[in-house]
């Protein structure tokens, strides 16, 4: 029997899936940008949802880790396509 936490990352999943479409077909770069950032957040939602199914803590951290780099990059990225860099 499939377990309800696996079942819910597979669903988070493909949205990713979705979502990388969005991101390559796009039609403007703040579209892909916003596509990218919502990559990063379902990647971090199936991190702790694995974390719960496997009942492994360090999953949670590799995920805190991960959602701060996405952050700072979101801004990066952001000022970059303002012109501030």
């Known amino acids: 029997m499939i377990d309800a936490w696996f079942l819910t990352a597979f669903i988070l999943f493909i949205w990713i899936l979705l979502s990388t ?6 039609p ?13 957040t379902l990647t971090v ?3 702790i949802i694995l974390s719960v199914a496997y009942r492994e803590i360090i999953f949670v951290d ?9 952050f700072v990059a ?10 501030g860099i």
Not at 74 to 83: D, S, W
């Open 21 to 26: 479409v969005r991101a390559v077909i796009g």
């Open 28 to 40: 403007t770069v703040p579209d892909r940008v916003v596509a990218l950032d919502t990559i990063n």
């Open 45 to 47: 939602a199936i991190m």
């Open 62 to 70: 590799v995920a805190i880790v991960y959602a701060l780099l996405s």
């Open 74 to 83: 979101t801004l990066y990225i952001a000022k970059y396509l303002e012109g």
